[in-house]
């Protein structure tokens, strides 16, 4: 494995609006992220958290200027049909969990693998299985969202996630839905896959009890980065 980071971020700005109404949301964001490393951004509601994420996830476009590198390519001002390649590399878990209300887990996770046409249908139909049985939801393949609770919901969109093993894996508020014991069981999951696939975490998370998954924590205010310290752990 090289030592490259697998995300570079070097004087990043981004704006939203036009004219008059333009307003800046991120300041000059310098950020490495190394490969393996799991990140968490917390940082208070507005401060643009989830702006910086949507780029990293080439979900958005970044705006000439700085530079975002990941995987080696530049995002900032990259072309739509480069962020869907980009996007390629990515799993994404959102608060919401997205999942289709009328697919079942099995074919929720299985869409995770539609990209990788090399798959046959039978295989795809295996990974989906085995992904849902690594998450501890081996009896519910069958169930729709609607008769799982918030947990199961967020375990399926982690398995369907991880299924394509995503070098970058990208979490806003993953737990923000679940009491405390399933917001921990997620993120222990996560955790657990992410050094097993050997993928890097970025998490925007308000939850506080989920910090120590974290090998550093970085912390955003007004649209800046102002800490980037190691986080050291209490034994
Ligand atoms: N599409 C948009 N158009 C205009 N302004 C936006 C847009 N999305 C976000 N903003 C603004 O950008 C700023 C940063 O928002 P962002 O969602 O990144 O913050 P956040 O830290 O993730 O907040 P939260 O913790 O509440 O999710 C906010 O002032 C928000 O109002």
Do not use: W
Request: hydrophobic share 40%.
């Amino acid at each position: 494995m090289t030592n490259e980071p697998v995300i570079s971020i070097q004087n990043l700005n981004h704006y939203f609006g036009q004219g008059q109404l333009q307003k800046q949301v991120l300041f000059d964001i310098n950020l490495e992220i190394n490969s393996g490393e799991i990140v968490i951004m917390t940082g208070p509601s507005g401060s643009g958290k989830t702006t910086l994420l949507t780029l990293i996830g080439g979900l958005r476009s970044a705006q000439s200027g700085g530079s975002l590198k990941v995987l080696k390519r530049e995002l900032c001002g990259a072309s739509a049909k480069e962020l869907t390649l980009a996007r390629r590399h990515n799993g994404y878990i959102f608060q919401a969990h997205n999942l289709h209300n009328s697919l079942t887990a099995l074919q929720n996770v299985k869409m995770g693998l539609e990209l990788h046409n090399h798959l046959s249908l039978k295989q795809m139909l295996e990974r989906s299985a085995q992904m849902l049985e690594n998450v501890g939801l081996k009896n519910r393949l069958n169930y729709y969202p609607d008769d799982l609770s918030g947990g199961q919901k967020q375990r399926v969109a982690i398995a369907r996630a991880l299924v394509n093993n995503p070098q970058i894996v990208l979490a806003d508020e993953p737990t923000a839905a679940l009491d405390s014991k399933s917001g921990r069981d997620v993120v222990n999951l996560m955790q657990t896959l992410a050094k097993e696939q050997g993928c890097t975490i970025v998490l925007v998370t308000h939850d506080n009890r989920i910090l120590d998954v974290a090998d550093r924590i970085v912390h955003m205010e007004d649209g800046k980065l102002t800490n980037n310290a190691v986080l050291s752990l209490t034994p």
